[in-house]
């Protein structure tokens, strides 16, 4: 049994995904075709009815997943305008939109609600966050480079990749985190002190 379904139909679904990313429109119309299946797809295959529901993380379950993908693009935009203007870095809209809209593609798979709380699904005990996302990425027949951040971008992965766009993604996913766990009265990544 597959971890997921890819689910390319028309339904209420692909409304609800084309009416909360924020992005849609940077990207060319087959890029934003395959973003918008790939979320379709994870949630379809998820346990949420809701988009809503899903949670950012188990570590803050009443934040929404769907607030932190947005501020993740938002500020991911933000910082790789600012790098092309003062340092002359470029990027192509068709790779960098992608990894910051989908990074977190497989959320919808990795967690489970149970009443108040958040825990891990059985997938999540097989397959790391971000392999899951990569997957379905590359079944989608993105590009090598959104692939391979996605899979490589969660901090505690064992390598991470040197691409532009990777470090992007990771100022832009910790900048949100942090913003997710104050909002919830949590510690930030930048506050937690390890020995």
Do not use: C
């Amino acid at each position: 049994m597959s971890a997921y379904t890819l689910d390319r139909s028309s339904n209420w679904r692909r409304k609800a995904v084309e009416d909360w990313l924020f992005g849609l429109d940077l990207v060319s119309p087959r890029i934003r075709d395959d973003i918008v299946t790939a979320w379709v797809s994870s949630w379809s295959s998820s346990p949420y009815e809701n988009l809503a529901d899903m949670p950012f993380t188990p570590d803050a379950p009443a934040y929404p997943l769907m607030a932190h993908v947005n501020d993740v693009t938002r500020a991911g935009m933000d910082l790789a305008r600012r790098a092309s203007a003062d340092w002359g870095a470029s990027f192509d809209p068709d790779i960098l939109v992608p990894i910051l809209v989908l990074h977190d593609v497989d959320k919808p798979l990795m967690y489970v609600r149970n009443g108040d709380s958040v825990g891990y699904s059985q997938l999540a005990r097989e397959l790391p966050h971000g392999v899951v996302g990569a997957m379905l990425l590359k079944d989608l027949g993105f590009p090598h480079p959104v692939v391979s951040t996605v899979a490589t971008h969660a901090t505690n992965a064992p390598f991470h990749g040197r691409n532009f766009e990777a470090y992007v993604l990771h100022y832009a996913d910790l900048f949100a985190a942090d913003h997710a766990f104050m909002a919830t009265g949590k510690v930030p990544f930048y506050q937690r002190h390890r020995p």
